[in-house]
C-alpha cells in the first residue's frame, strides 16, 4: 500500500506491477474502493503495466475532509493529479480508467489535462455535460431518482447507517437489486459502516447541486474508449448515445451485452482485454 499526499489528505493507493511498467490509473465509483479493480489490476500487472488504483477521497480514512462542498468535481480531479505527480512525476502521463462516479472524474481530468493522459477509459458513466443533459431529455432521470434522495439531510444517512453493524443490510439489498452478487454487496456496503465514510460517499452526490453546472469543459482530445453494460440499471442507453460529441480524439465504444453495472467483477477478463487492446493500439 502506498500513501500519497494531498494538501491535508492523505490517499491509500493500491499499487501492481513492476515500478517501470506504463502507468494505469485506475478510478473507483459508489461505493467501492481502490480493491474493486483487482481482477483487472492483476491482468494488466501481469501484461507489464503498472497499475495504481487509490481510495479516493471520502473513502480513504485520512482524506474525509467535512461539507459537500469538498467534494466538488474540481477537488476530485485536483486529487487524482496528485497522485500522478506524485507517484507518476510532475510531468507523468497515464492511461486513465474509471468506473462509475470514477469515470466521471475521469472524463473531467482528461477533458482539462489533456497532458497528463495516455488514453481515456471511461466504464459505465458517460461525461457529465452528457450525463446531465440527460437528465432534462431521457428517461435517466427516473433512473436516477436516488440522486435526489441523496439530497435530503440527514435522512440518507440514517435509511441506509449500518447501526454498528458490520454492514447496512439495506444498502445491501439496494445493490443486490443493481445486479450485485450478495457478497459483493456485503463486501462493498462494509466500506460505508463508518457513519464518517457514508457521509463522505454521500457528498459525492451532494456536491453536484453546490454551484451551476459549466458546460465550458473542452472535448477530450485524447484516444477514448467508451464502456457501457446493457444491464446497467444506473445508466440508460439513452444517456451514452451522445457521449461520442464530447470527444474530439479517436473514438471506441462498446456494449457489453448480460452484464450488469457492476463490469469490474461480473466481467473482468473482458474488461481487461479491452483495455489492452486500447493500451497497445493507443500507447501515448
Known amino acids: 500500500m502506498l500513501t500519497v499526499t494531498h494538501g491535508d ?7 501492481r506491477g513492476s515500478a517501470d511498467g506504463v502507468p494505469v490509473l485506475l478510478l473507483h465509483g459508489f ?59 510532475p510531468a507523468g502521463r497515464v492511461h486513465l480508467v474509471g468506473h462509475d462516479w470514477g ?8 477533458a482539462r489535462h489533456p497532458g ?28 436516477s431518482w436516488y440522486i435526489y434522495a441523496l439530497q435530503l439531510p440527514l435522512l440518507p444517512e440514517r435509511f441506509l447507517g449500518a447501526g454498528g ?6 444498502l445491501v439489498a439496494a445493490l443486490q437489486r443493481s445486479g450485485q452478487s450478495r457478497p459483493a454487496a456485503e463486501r462493498d456496503a462494509a466500506v460505508l459502516a463508518d457513519p464518517g465514510a457514508l457521509t463522505a460517499a454521500i457528498n459525492w452526490y451532494r456536491a453536484l447541486l453546490t454551484g451551476p453546472f459549466s458546460d465550458d469543459t473542452p472535448p477530450v482530445q485524447v484516444p477514448t474508449l467508451f464502456v457501457w453494460s446493457d444491464g446497467d440499471t444506473a445508466i440508460t442507453r439513452q444517456s451514452t448515445e451522445l457521449t461520442h460529441t464530447e470527444v474530439a480524439g479517436p473514438f471506441r465504444y462498446v456494449e457489453m451485452r448480460g452484464v450488469s453495472h457492476w463490469i469490474l467483477e461480473e466481467a473482468p477478463d473482458q474488461l481487461a482485454d479491452l483495455l489492452l487492446e486500447q493500451f497497445r493500439e493507443h500507447p501515448g
Open 9 to 15: 489528505l492523505t490517499f491509500d493507493v493500491h499499487e
Open 31 to 89: 461505493p467501492q474502493r481502490g480493491t474493486a479493480w483487482d481482477a483487472v489490476a492483476d491482468r494488466l500487472a501481469s501484461a507489464g503495466f503498472r497499475t495504481l488504483a487509490p481510495d479516493q477521497r471520502g473513502y480513504s480514512p485520512c482524506a474525509r475532509p467535512r461539507g459537500r462542498r469538498a467534494y466538488r468535481m474540481s477537488g476530485l480531479v485536483g486529487d487524482a493529479l496528485a497522485v500522478i505527480d506524485s507517484l507518476v512525476g
Open 103 to 110: 469515470a466521471a472524474v475521469a472524463w473531467s481530468l482528461a
Open 116 to 143: 497528463r493522459v495516455r488514453s481515456l477509459n471511461a466504464i459505465s458513466v458517460p461525461p457529465p455535460g452528457v450525463y446531465v443533459r440527460s437528465l432534462f431529455t431521457t428517461r435517466q432521470a427516473l433512473a
Open 165 to 170: 453493524r458490520p454492514f447496512s443490510p439495506r
